[in-house]
Every structure is written in structure tokens, then in C-alpha cells.
């Protein structure tokens, strides 16, 4: 006869030597843990209510501009360094770590329209009002300058903006017209330009570096093929864009900052109609940046709030707000994706946080398991009515509020006329869907 | 059935002797130990299946219907078959998958559809892991969402086969008892068996003589390192009865009628004569709950921190020991002789003199479930771990067992010699029944095949209640004089997880599991039938409409007569058509009557 009973030595059980590490027992059969999702729903609610709870997004205010900030860029190899420029025609060089200012230099006379760093990191390249591009020179290893400047363009015109081309020495402004210019050469290499209007913003595409878009002030996006030597494609929408942004990650796409307080992202192989719509912005958006990853783009508004949308929603995932921000000239995402930068009116740039709820500094391994644990949860309850609401839920400023309810408003106004208008014709009502009514001719 | 034949195909070359001892061998293995059965049997499934062939090959006229249905009807009851039968479970929600994997070799099936079976199969053991329902992805026309449904879905049966991988690493063995030739194990004797293990394990069979202070009530913490022994005439004590210690004792002159640990052992509430009491470990008495008038029985939820008093007035109270405010407060009609809690899903049933038992929920104020147990009064019920079943125990000398899955029939009942005291299941399924002055303990209870019992314990004096200790082979009977413990080999589970309930926990994890259990109080509201619903798809809606409306049938109420309109409709037509011919007739009349006709005479 052979009988066994279950006899455990507390020794053998958790440790043995006193400075043995204890064993943690695991068990995963679903008999020894019931409720497992009533549990889950009240992690996932517990950990939704604290995020709200640590959402302290903002982080510094960097101050220093004695004039609102119309351009800022990120450098392209330094996570930590920043260039604004504003409308007195100051460039500052900024250190992130420190929250701190690097270099301070009196560029141009009047406004500092554009600001780009070559693609090696070592030099940057400006533009001003006063039809002069400067190329700075950046002195290792703070990255800071000197007052060096390598070249001195002229132009023809006040420039309006300007962009680098990835891996090379060329770059483009706008002004007039569309300009290509090399480091070396003191004269644009090829000048393009479609229609009479002004080109307010280009944008060259980081992964088809030979691709570049530009928006002009009569409600046109122009598309370049720089190899040629004439525009491409034009696609004219109802109302002027204020600044275009091309994801990173997918060539094919990019998102327009529009004039009708929304934000559009179109893929450029069919223009015909918007992909998606971001519409969450009461004023007009004068300025958008993707995140690095590609999966979220940041906006700033006339309206004085700073908006986070994911690439795929209508609604706007976070919305920054201080009382005394003013209306948010430029945006940016730092190389990292987790900070956002704001240039406005008020001379101040502001540091946010990209994620509101996400803890600072150097998290543990078991910290971040847990916060990918929750972060699992959340999604996984998403839509249960108690998580939706507290997740969703952002206090706004009382006239973004009211202008909301207004628009709100006007919107079901419209609906309602074309609904009575379907109803007395006989006819069934034909409501144009946002996406496709924003567009209104291609030009190739 | 199944098993043996398993054993015989592969180890057919062995001799005869040995056959047979592998064989009581393996039955002790499966009726001791789910767990490494499940590796054992599990893990190669291939080679089961292939073993399966070999068995339909020998039988001459193979119907895979028959088969099928055969297989149904007999895992349906066995209880160690458990893990089929949840498969059967799963097989039901998701059909296709069940296809694939059952017997699908014999099916003649396109080629293509049978390699992608193969390639979505899941092991049988993995089965148990599968979280919720895997949701197929037919009639999305969405690419997007179609795709991460099916993702969705990969990644479940991932989770799955990886939680059954991790079944390797469990290092206890669950006990269990290898009789001799010809020997019955329930002719074993507590001292017999005392012999075979060791010196620890012996230890803790032992009686407690408390003789003045009446019948002993008991309960074990969650981990079952403490005891709460409550004598009938107000004496209690808590022990740390593994190592032999006492922690507190008192004895408070007033009568105690039940008594129950909180969430730990540093609280227990005690149901006494007029109120319910809430003393700590050092017996001091830290709450008094005065709406709990005139408790009889008492409950806790420890998943909702939930205090459940039922009272001799017919009132179950429910009440939230974290912060101290009564949820519910519901009325039950009959005399209460019997309380239970279901824990999977934290149901109180309540058996009553009449022999219904009723189940009840904080949310609603009527029963949700009454079911009909016995013709006389109940004594005990029991749920087992699982929740899947409940035991029942009359006056009428009968002990039931009841599916809670889904139909809430009797699947089985057996007769016993007297009245059954008080029952209780252990978490691998082993039922204990004291009656009178015995103990018999049932291991297959489920199981109609089984005719003897396991075990059967003999006590001087007459018992109150039986309980099992959980992660123990132990069973513990109060009784009239005091306690005893007694050895039940295979009643445990060996393998403990340290986060839910770890009998060796040290302080500092007592602390961090007492705030996080606190931090994952689930709502009292959210106790259900099926406590897994939150979060799940709502099938079947059509339109916008039916999202909010109600699922389940609507109420007939009895009293109502009920006239079906297809009839109404039909005797209106009839009454119409009548009335028209009789109108036809009078406007145009076929034969001529006289003005007379009436008076005339037929």
C-alpha cells in the first residue's frame, strides 16, 4: 500500500538559505482565480481614474523670446536640442535637459519665417522676411553658435518658410514661388511655382526626399517632384491650409492643418477624398507636427489649445490648455515622442508631455510591466460606458466649450434643413460626408 | 473507460502484473490529481489521437455520431473528466473549432480546411486557459477589424498553450491512496494511514477536546493556515494549527451560532445571539453590526469583501467590511436550515426547511435561481471550487448532486445510512458527509458510476460540521466534545499560487496583498450568475434598438389568460362571415318565405 498527503517544509516552500531570494508559486488554473474579469474591470477602472489623476502634463515654460514664436524645429541626430525663431527675428538654440537656453542670436531683421538643420546635425540654415537666407554654423560639442555664419543667400522675395532635404545638401523655400537650393550655390537651382498665389508653407518628404508639398494662401496644396522641373499635382480645398506635415512612417501620407478648424489627413495617391478628419479644434489650426512614430499628430490652434489625435479617430485624445497661452503659432514633437512643444504669441515655448499621465524619469522594469499591464486592461474595456467617460473626459476653457456647443449646433442646423428639404421634395436627403466634401478639385 | 484502454495499447508489451498495477496506478493518478493528469494525458496530443484511432479501428461498426454522443453522455458526469467537460463547454460557444479538433480525421474534409485546422488547433489541456470566447470574425466586412478580431483570437490561443506550458513547472504532487490487492481504501483507518506518512504529516491528525462549550462550528483562512474553532456556547479560539499555536482564545458567555473569517486571519465575524460581532485576531471586539438582528448563519465574499448575515427573521444581509455600510438587505420566506457560497461567482444560496434551496445576489431582492431539492427539510449544501455543481444533503436520508452550469437538474443522488449533518467539497472534488457519528468521504461524487466510498472516519461524538482545508489533505470535523482533524490523501490542491492565497506568506506580503485585494474590491452590483460577462459582445443585435432592449423572454404572468390572437382573429372572420350571409340572405333571399313562417309550426 502506498499513500502520499501533501506536506510542504516552509523551507523548501519559500527559501532555504536566509539569503536566498523568495519563491513566488504560480498556478495559472482558472479554478484558483475566479472573477478574473469583474478583477480586471476594476483594475482597468482603478487605473483610468489614477491616470486622470497624475495627468499633470505640463512640464516647463521655456522663456526668453521677446516676440511671438513662429518657427521652431528639432535638430535631427540631438534628441535634446531645439531652435525657435520669432517675429523679431531672434533664433534661439534650446537644451531640453536642462530646460534651459543654449545660444540667442539677432538673425534677421523682422520675422524668422523658417528654420531648418542640415541633415548632419553640424549647421542651420534660417530664413527671414528680410529675403535673406543665413546658414549658422554649429560649434561642437554644445551645439551652440557662435555668430559664425557660413553663407549669406539672397533672394527676391520675402521668404516664407523652408525645409531640408533628407541626405543631401538641397533645400527648399517658399515664397513667391517654390525654390531649390543647394549649400553651395549662392543662386536657387530651380525655381516652380503654379498659379499667382503666395506658398506659405513646404514640406519636403522624409522618406521620398525628392517629393515636396507646399500650400499656398488661395486654399491650394501643391506637390513637387523636385527631379522635374515642374508641379505635379494640385489639390484645392475649401479652405486654406495653414500647414501641411508628412508622416514619417508612411510616405503616402500627410495631414493638413486647415483653415475650418479641422485637421485632414489625405493619402497622396488619391486625393479625391480626405482618409481621415480630426475635428475637435474651434479656431482655425495654424500648425501640426506628427509624432516620430507616425501614429499621432500634435495641432495648434487659433482657439489656444493643443490638441493630441491619433491617426485613425475623429476626437482628439488629450487637449492642452493654460490660462495664459496664447494662440499657438507652432507645434512640434520631440525626437523622442514623448514631449510636445508649443511656440504662441505669448513669447513663452511650453513643454508638455506628450502622454499627460506618464510618469518622468527612469521607471523600473516591474513599473513599466505594470503600466503595460494597465495600459492592456484599458484597451481591453474601453468601451464600457463608467471607463469611456472618465477617459474621455477633459475640462476646456469656457469658450472653447461654448463655441463647441455652437458648432454643434450649426451642424445639426444643417442636417436638419437637408433632412426637412429631402422630406418636403420627396427625395431622400443626400448629407455630403465630411471626408469627401472637403476636397474640391485635383489639378494634375 | 477511456483511459485504461489508452494504458493497454501502449504499454502492451509489459507484463501482465505490471499492467494491472499501472493501471490502479493511473486511476489513482486521475482521481487524485487533475492537474498532472492533464501533462500526462495532454501535452502529446497527437499520440492520443493516434490511440484513439486504434480503438475506433477495433471496434467493428464505427459510427463517429454514435461515438460522439456516447462520449457526451459519459464525461457529462465524471468528475474526473472535468477538463472535458469545460471543453465540452467551449465546444458548444465555439463550434468550429471543436470541429476541427474532435475526431476530424475521420470526417472527409477538403485538404486546405484541414491543414488550417491543424495549424488553429489547441491542445485539449490548453482548453481550460482559453479566456472568454473566441470571437470569429464571419460576416465583417471591415478589413481592419476583421483582421484584429482574428488576431485577436491568435493571440488568446497563444495565451492559452503558454499558461499550459507553464503547468510543467508546478512541483507539488497532489496525494493520493495505492491500495493492496483486494484492499478497500475506505477500510483504512486514520491510524492505518498515519502509518504510511510522515512524521509531519501525521501530526496533524489530532482531536481537540473542548467537552463543556457545546458543538464546534469551524472555518479555515482563504490559505488555510488558520483555524477558527466557535463552540456553541461562546467560546472561540483561532490556531495556527500547521505549526501547532494558538493565537488568541476567549470565551464570551453569550451563545455563538456561526462563525466566519474575514478576509484574512487577523479578523473574524462571529454570529451571536442577538447581533453580529466583528472581533480581531487578539479576540478583541472591534465592531458590532446591530442590523444583523438575530443572525443564524454567516458568509464572506472575499472577493467583494462582503459580510453575509442570514437571519432567523428571514433577512440576508449584506454587508461591505471595508467600509462598514450594508449593501443589501433582502427577505427570504422559509425556514432557513442551510447556507452556502458559490465561488465562482459569489451567489449565496440558502437551503431551507421546505427542501427548495434558493440562490440569491445583493442586486435583486427575489431569489434568482429556486430550485426543489428534496421532499424534507436540508440539512447542508454544498458548491463545489468550480462552481459547476452542488451538493445537497435532506432529512429524507438523500444526498443530490445538481448541474449549477446550465440546467439545474439533479444529475444523481445516493442514499445514506442517517441524516446527513453537514457535507462540504473539497477543491479537487472529494466529498465529506457527516452523519451522526461518521464521516464518509466520497471521491467521485459526481461520478454516477461510483458505488464506494473513499474513505470513512468514525468519531466519539456526534458531528456538526465538516470542511475541508484548502491547499491540505485535511478535513476538519467539529463535533459536540471539540475538533478533529483528520487525513484525506488527494482532497487538496498541491500547487498554491502565492498571489491569490499563499499558506506561507510572510508579513510583508500579507500587508501588500490585503491593500491590493482592497484596491480590487469588486463592486457589489456586479455579482451575477456568470460573473465573466463585463466586457464581452452582446450577440445577436440587429439593429440600434435592440442593443437596449432586454434579452431574456418576457415574464408570462400565470394569472393572466392568455388568448391567442391567431384564434381571435379566426372566430372574428367566422363571426363576419355569418353575419354577412345572414345580411345577404335577408337583402337577396334565395328561397321565399312567408311573412308567416314564423308562427307556423314545424
Known sequence: MKIKVISRSEEEQTKEVASDTRKLHRNLDPALHPFERPREYVRALNSVKLDRVFAKPFIASLSGHTDGIFSMIRHPTLLNTVASGSCDGVIKLWNLTTLTQRTSIQAHDGFVRGLAFTPDGKSMISCGEDKTIKMWKLDLPEYTFNNDIISVFNGKNAFTSIDHQRNSNTFATSGLSVEIWKHQRSTPLQTMSWGHAGITKVKFNPIETNLLASCTTDRAIIFYDIRENSPAQKLITSMRSNSIAWNPVESYTMAIANEDENVYQYDI?????????????????????????????????????IRIFPMDSFKSREVYFTNRMQRIFSVLFTGDSRFILSGSDDMNIRVWKANSSAPLGVITNRQKESLEYQDKLKEKFKEIPEIKTIATHRRVPKNVYKRRFIKNEIHKAQTRKLTNAAKNSGKPAKIPKVLSKHTITVEK | MLKKDIKKTTSGKKSVKKEQENDTLDQHWKNTNLYSTEESNHIDDDEDIDIKREQEDDEDTYNPLESLSKKRKITEFKNDKQEDDQQDQYSIKNEQEDDDDEDEEDDQQDKNKKKKSESNRIPKGARKYIKGEIVGSDGIKNPFLKNRINKFGEMKKEAAKAAMRTEMLLQQEAGFIIPDEGQKTYELSQNEIIKHVDIQSSARVFDLNLTP??????????????????????????????????????????????ACFLHNETMFAVAQKKYTYIYNSDGVELHWLKDHYDPKFLQFLPYHFLLVSATNKGQLIYEDVSIGQKVANLHFNGRLSAICKNPQNAVINLGYSSGTVEMFIPKSKDPIVKVLCHKTAITSVAVNLTGDYMVTSGMDKMVKVFDLRNTYQELHAFQTHSVANSISISDTNVLAIGQGKNTLLWKNPFDTNVREPYLMHKQSSVIKKVKFCPFEDILGIGTETGYSSILVPGSGIANYDSMEADPFASKKMKKEQEVKALLEKIPSDMITLNPNIIGTIQKDVKTEEDKHKRQDKPRVDKNRVYVDPKKIEEIDKRNKERKEKRESEILNPTSVRSALSRFEKN
Open chain 1, 269 to 305: 495617391r488619391n486625393l479625391s477624398k480626405a482618409v481621415t478628419v480630426h475635428r475637435d479644434h474651434v479656431g482655425s489650426v495654424l500648425d501640426i507636427d506628427y509624432s516620430p512614430t507616425g501614429k499621432e499628430v500634435v495641432t495648434g490652434s487659433y482657439d489656444k489649445t
Open chain 2, 213 to 258: 462549550n457545546g458543538p464546534y462550528t469551524m472555518d479555515f483562512t482563504k490559505n488555510g493556515r488558520h483555524l477558527l474553532l466557535a463552540g456553541e456556547r461562546g467560546h472561540f479560539t483561532i490556531l495556527d494549527w500547521t505549526r501547532g499555536k494558538k493565537v488568541s482564545e476567549r470565551h464570551l458567555g453569550k451563545p455563538i451560532r456561526d
